[in-house]
């Protein structure tokens, strides 16, 4: 049995601002997943800014680049983002869980996504809250169940809940931060016309409807 490790608490630097928490984040093992991954991917943007993105962990490319979003659901991102008029170099990007977890195809050498456990996300959280506590976004917009379920809790569901405002009350967040979920822009990528358009469509819905509330 692998033996549990403590979460991202103890790695938490006692003060100061964003770049100090990125740089505690590198030499986080706050869980198994630091083992295989190439490089911590800490959340990225201007430590001001009044809205924020959540997504899940990095992926392949991510793991590479060191910062989230820059491959393939990164550029679905990019897209959904120009067509909402929501400008990404004002927003905070991050994820969930900072490190890649991934299966490798023996037959290809290739790595594939593993969704991070309920364990991954709850060791991983500390990063977030301290990105979000740090950052004070007025809206966060929850990419997909598990950064929702992270902020929200094991009972949030994304099918019923989605576009919908609530309150973020978690700890030491005092200013009245709000959060929406919308889905992961990998789901999209990963249906096929026609059903992809409209899976587009529906989160370019969303995502204006979180543009108009910063308005
Ligand atoms: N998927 C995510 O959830 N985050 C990334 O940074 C990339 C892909
Ligand atoms: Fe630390 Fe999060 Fe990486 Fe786990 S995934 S080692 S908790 S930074």
């Given at each position: 049995?692998?033996?549990?490790?403590?979460?991202?608490?103890?790695?938490?630097?006692?003060?100061?601002?964003?770049?100090?928490?990125?740089?505690?984040?590198?030499?986080?093992?706050?869980?198994?997943?630091?083992?295989?991954?190439?490089?911590?991917?800490?959340?990225s943007?201007?430590?001001?800014?009044?809205?924020?993105f959540?997504g899940?962990?990095p992926g392949?490319d991510e793991?590479?680049s060191?910062a989230p979003f820059t491959g393939p659901a990164g550029r679905l991102l990019d897209k959904a983002f120009?067509?909402?008029?929501?400008?990404r170099?004002?927003?905070?990007v991050?994820n969930?869980?900072?490190?890649?977890?991934?299966?490798?195809?023996?037959?290809?050498?290739?790595?594939?996504?593993?969704?991070?456990?309920?364990?991954?996300?709850?060791?991983?959280?500390?990063?977030?809250?301290?990105?979000?506590?740090?950052?004070?976004?007025?809206?966060?917009?929850?990419l997909?169940?598990?950064?929702?379920?992270?902020?929200?809790?094991?009972?949030?569901?994304?099918?019923?809940?989605?576009?919908?405002?609530?309150?973020?009350?978690?700890?030491?967040?005092?200013?009245?931060?709000?959060?929406?979920?919308?889905?992961?822009p990998s789901?999209?990528l990963?249906?096929?016309?026609?059903?992809?358009?409209?899976?587009?469509?529906?989160?370019?819905?969303?995502?204006?409807?979180?543009?108009?509330?910063?308005?």
């Amino acid at each position: 049995m692998t033996p549990s490790r403590p979460g991202a608490e103890r790695w938490l630097p006692p003060e100061g601002g964003i770049d100090r928490l990125r740089e505690a984040a590198e030499t986080c093992e706050g869980c198994e997943l630091f083992r295989d991954a190439t490089q911590t991917v800490f959340g990225s943007g201007p430590a001001d800014a009044r809205i924020a993105f959540v997504g899940e962990q990095p992926g392949d490319d991510e793991d590479r680049s060191g910062a989230p979003f820059t491959g393939p659901a990164g550029r679905l991102l990019d897209k959904a983002f120009e067509q909402a008029g929501i400008d990404r170099s004002a927003a905070y990007v991050t994820n969930a869980v900072k490190h890649f977890k991934f299966v490798r195809l023996q037959s290809e050498g290739r790595r594939i996504h593993k969704k991070p456990g309920r364990g991954e996300v709850t060791a991983c959280r500390p990063w977030l809250i301290a990105e979000l506590n740090t950052v004070r976004p007025e809206l966060v917009v929850a990419l997909g169940a598990t950064a929702a379920q992270s902020l929200m809790g094991p009972e949030f569901r994304l099918n019923s809940q989605r576009g919908v405002l609530h309150d973020l009350v978690f700890d030491g967040l005092t200013e009245s931060t709000r959060l929406m979920a919308t889905v992961h822009p990998s789901a999209v990528l990963r249906l096929r016309d026609p059903e992809r358009k409209d899976a587009f469509a529906q989160f370019i819905v969303d995502l204006r409807k979180a543009a108009e509330t910063m308005a």
